[in-house]
């Protein structure tokens, strides 16, 4: 399934040092205010390394991680709901995105420009204001169109009527719509709008070189914003991050070593941003490939082999499935069968983390 992760924040706050680091794809970097202009797009590997322990067991000829698509959002100033900066062009870029990773900047550097104090608080309340006056003015045009049909006592054009309303009163003032709770039915009438502040979000502290962990009152700041908006975050030196994906595997952990940074930052973005959109992963393995499949937490069967061909969802037949670690104990898929462990799933069967799946499909 295609997953896509927008990487907003205000300009010229390391968004494009963040994406760089991710897809070590070059994109341009600069001192001034959006020097992005359109959005900057790679698919980014998932680290996972279950593939190389199926590869100890299953001869294959290549391994095939799972993908995250990035998206760098031009930085967005004050008034973009207004069409101020990018305006219209980073609110309609945003909208295209499963979830936000809102990076927030917690350095001081003099060459950035910065005219006032560095302020994550103060940063965070503009962008997300800015999201809920825009989410504002469609859930305002949206609740005129259904208020004319909820007049002549259509059933479900009233209920979305009363739903508009709750939202519209909510973005008044300034809720993100995504900290509060939403019925099944709710989430189902207000998708078609694709509103920004429904989105998840996992906030990205852009912390200095001597504060990877996150210490900083700044750093504090974010994570305290998160805890209130029931989100999750990291801290990261993009500046780190970007420069460590840039050496061979010999000199990065020479350099790690030298700057004390225990682990790269990246692979828990990733997996972080995982658990934001509640994905999981399964695995198929063959002669041809090993490969790692995304679905969502609690699809079944047929809909992950639909992930793999359309066509397979609905000519599900039956799954065959074994864990990782079933592998890792017996060594063989034949082993595993002779132990019993190779389970025989139908149609109604919820998908678990980390199996090996065969699909049996009708032509």
């Not at 900066?85 to 917690?106: P, S």
Request: net charge negative; charged share 25%; proline share 4%.
């Amino acid at each position: 399934m295609a997953v896509a992760c927008g990487i907003t924040g205000l300009p010229n706050i390391g968004k494009t040092t963040l994406f760089n680091a991710l897809t070590t794809s070059g994109a341009q970097t600069a001192s001034y205010a959006f020097s992005t202009v359109e959005p900057n797009l790679a698919v980014v590997d998932v680290p996972d390394e279950r593939l190389e322990l199926l590869h100890n067991f299953v001869e294959t000829e290549k391994l095939v991680p799972a993908g995250v698509r990035v998206v760098d959002i031009a930085g967005l100033a004050p008034g973009a709901s207004q069409g101020e900066g990018m305006g219209n062009k980073f609110l309609g870029a945003i909208k295209e995105t499963d979830a936000i990773l809102h990076v927030v900047q917690c350095f001081e550097r003099a060459d950035l420009g910065r005219e006032s104090p560095v302020d994550p608080a103060g940063d965070m309340d503009v962008l997300e204001l800015e999201l809920a006056m825009a989410d504002l003015e469609t859930v305002a045009r949206n609740l005129e169109r259904v208020s004319k049909k909820a007049r002549t006592g259509d059933k479900e054009s009233i209920f979305q009527q009363e739903l508009f309303e709750r939202a519209r009163a909510l973005l008044e003032e300034g809720v993100q719509l995504h900290t509060r709770e939403w019925r099944d039915e709710e989430q189902s009438a207000l998708y078609p709008l694709f509103l920004l502040t429904m989105k998840p979000v996992l906030y990205v502290a852009n912390v200095a070189d001597d504060d990877t962990a996150g210490e900083s009152d700044w750093a504090q700041a974010v994570a305290a914003h998160a805890v209130a908006m029931g989100s999750d975050w990291l801290p990261l030196c993009c500046d780190i991050e970007c420069e460590l994906m840039g050496l061979e595997e010999g000199e990065r952990a020479a350099f790690m070593e030298d700057m004390g940074v225990g682990e790269l930052g990246l692979p828990r973005l990733i997996h972080a941003t995982y658990s934001l959109l509640g994905l999981q992963t399964f695995f198929t393995a063959g002669p041809k490939e090993i490969k790692a499949w995304t679905i969502r937490r609690g699809d079944v069967a047929p809909i992950a082999a639909g992930v793999i061909h359309s066509d397979f969802e609905k000519s599900f037949i039956r799954a065959e499935c074994y864990s990782v670690d079933d592998l890792a104990e017996h060594g063989s898929e034949v082993a595993i069968k002779a132990a019993g462990k190779l389970r025989v799933e139908g149609r109604e069967y919820v998908m678990r983390e980390a199996e090996v799946v065969h699909f049996l499909v009708g032509k």
